[in-house]
């Protein structure tokens, strides 16, 4: 009986799509943009995200964010683009785009004269409406990298949430991620992700971070192996350790706090969100 569960649990989540199981958003930031600060004073998902950079004086932003879906994707275009034109926005255009997730998406398009040009990447993937943003100055030029990301939507390096309650570290490098658990507290969550080198998986390599090594072991995260380690640091403090091989990304994340705190469930959940609900690629 339990053979015959584990079939059936297995074959529920090969029907899935590979990318937006764990919470987080999968997307590959172009090289020169970095994190920027969340806007201060206004609600935004706990899946949220902007990046950038400044190009020949003027800046330009990608956004990323993921929250429930109430609807199938086509309604909640056609009311994007009604709000559009009650917004008075122009050279509004949209069309179907590449799957992402193996889900249908929708590229739209539109302008304010005189202040900003966007173009959006939707997809609803698992009950979640995924959104990839690039805007830039009206009248400028656009970014060719920046366009070319928004295809990463689904496939690219995992982004996790964050810890519950945490503040976003900015700047910070494309592609790395880090949280306080409070400005100033010592309390730190950092993730680093680079493409996988061939033939190297991260399972596999020694540990060679700081500290010394209280438990050192290999242990299943989803369906991939990861490499954990637990480490005594100086200044009284504790550092979790997590790295492995992810569709094609090498993964390491670091969650660090005194050793008087007890661990926080949100930090540890962030430690391994890049593994979370994997199966190996296909």
């Known amino acids: 009986m339990l053979g015959r569960f584990r079939c059936l649990a297995t074959a529920a989540l090969v029907a899935l799509p590979l990318a937006a199981r764990a919470e987080g958003v999968n997307f590959t930031v172009p090289a020169h943009y970095l994190v920027a600060p969340q806007p201060a004073n206004v609600a935004v998902p706990r899946v949220y995200r902007i990046w950038e950079r ?16 109430t609807s199938d994707l086509a309604p909640l275009m ?13 050279d509004v255009s949209r069309s179907d785009a590449g799957q992402l997730c193996g889900m249908p998406s929708v590229r739209i398009a539109y302008a304010f004269p005189q202040q900003l040009t966007f173009v959006f990447r939707y997809a609803v993937v698992r009950e979640r409406l995924l959104i990839a943003s690039y805007a830039h100055p009206s009248g400028t030029a656009a970014d060719p990298t920046a366009l070319a990301a928004l295809d ?4 690219g390096v995992h982004q996790p949430a964050g810890p519950p309650g945490w503040t976003l570290v900015s700047p910070y490098p494309p592609n790395g991620n880090a949280w306080r658990a409070a400005p100033g507290s010592p309390a730190l969550v950092a993730q680093v992700a680079s493409p996988a080198k061939a033939g190297i998986d991260l399972v596999n390599q020694p540990f060679k971070g700081q500290g010394t090594a209280t438990a050192d072991r290999r242990d299943v995260c989803g369906a991939v192996a990861i490499h954990r380690v637990t480490a005594n640091l100086d200044g009284a403090r504790v550092m979790e350790f997590a790295a492995g091989t992810v569709n094609g990304y090498d993964y390491e994340v670091s969650y660090v706090r005194p050793s008087s705190e007890s661990p926080d469930a949100g930090a ?4 391994t969100s890049f593994c979370a609900d994997t199966l190996p690629p296909s």
Do not use: K, N, Q, W
């Open 152 to 155: 990463t939507l689904c496939s």
């Open 54 to 69: 400044h190009l020949d004086g003027v800046r330009h932003s990608i956004v990323v964010s993921a929250t429930p879906a």
């Open 268 to 271: 540890l959940g962030t430690l």
């Open 78 to 90: 056609d009311a994007t683009v009604a709000s559009l034109a009650a917004r008075h926005a122009t």
